[in-house]
Structures are given as structure tokens and as C-alpha cells.
């Protein structure tokens, strides 16, 4: 893949550059129940996306954030538990494992304003499904 840092970024085309260009959280899809609609059995959830080719998502960290109250709209929500996290300032990284058992990372902004969730804590977290990357098999 031949592109801009940013292109490469944010709409990676397979795994090796998903994983090559920053931290990416992959999980392997399959087709849903209806059209258009993917199935992530980690996750536990399914989204729209079209899988033409598509093998797996990638979804980056900072993409992933804690929800507290009401769903988001339109946001793909699932629950995981902190196992683990790392304050960087205005960044708090946090593992969390799932319930299929594995362990995905996601990066949360500090406000000030919000709390994060602590280590232990069960917590649920949302996405914009359009911030899942449709990866081709390499």
C-alpha cells in the first residue's frame, strides 16, 4: 500500500499495515445476519461493513472509548474488564480483556471532566462503526 502517512494511518488495506503504522486492535469478522453486516465474534457484536474481501477489522485504540449513561447512537457497544493502565498526561492506556478472553487496548483523553475506569473495573466501551477498518486478506 502507497499512500499518505495519514491514508495509511486511518484506512489501512491490510493487517501487516495495520500493524505496521501504530498500535491496532484486529479481530477477525465474518458475515452477519443480515446484508451489508459483519459479524465479530470476539466482540460479540455485529456492525455494518461491507466484507466483499474483507478478512478482519482494524480498529485503533483511540477509537475505542468508555461509555458511562446512555448508548451513543449509532455506536457498536460491547463490555470488557480493565485489567490493566498507563497514565501519559493527557492519555490514560488501558488493556481490556473481553469476554472471549482476549485483551485489546484502547486510549482514552483526560478532560478533566469524565472519570475513567479503574483496573478491575467492568466497563463498556462503544465505537463509531465507520471507525472499522475492512481488512483484505495479504
Known sequence: QVDSPEALYDRPRTRFVAE???QSNLFAVKPGAAAQRAAVP??????PVDLTA????SLRPERVRPVSGQEPDGCAVFEGRVEDQTFFGPVVAQSVRLASGRV???RSQRS????LP????VVRLAFDPADAVPLVAE
Not at 42 to 47: A, D, K, P, R, W
Not at 112 to 115: I, L, S
Open 118 to 121: 479503574a483496573t478491575g473495573e
Open 104 to 106: 485489546m487496548e484502547i
Open 20 to 22: 505496521f503504522i501504530g
Open 54 to 57: 474483507a478478512v478482519a477489522i
Open 112 to 115: 478533566g471532566h469524565d472519570r
Open 42 to 47: 470476539e466482540l460479540g457484536i455485529e456492525i
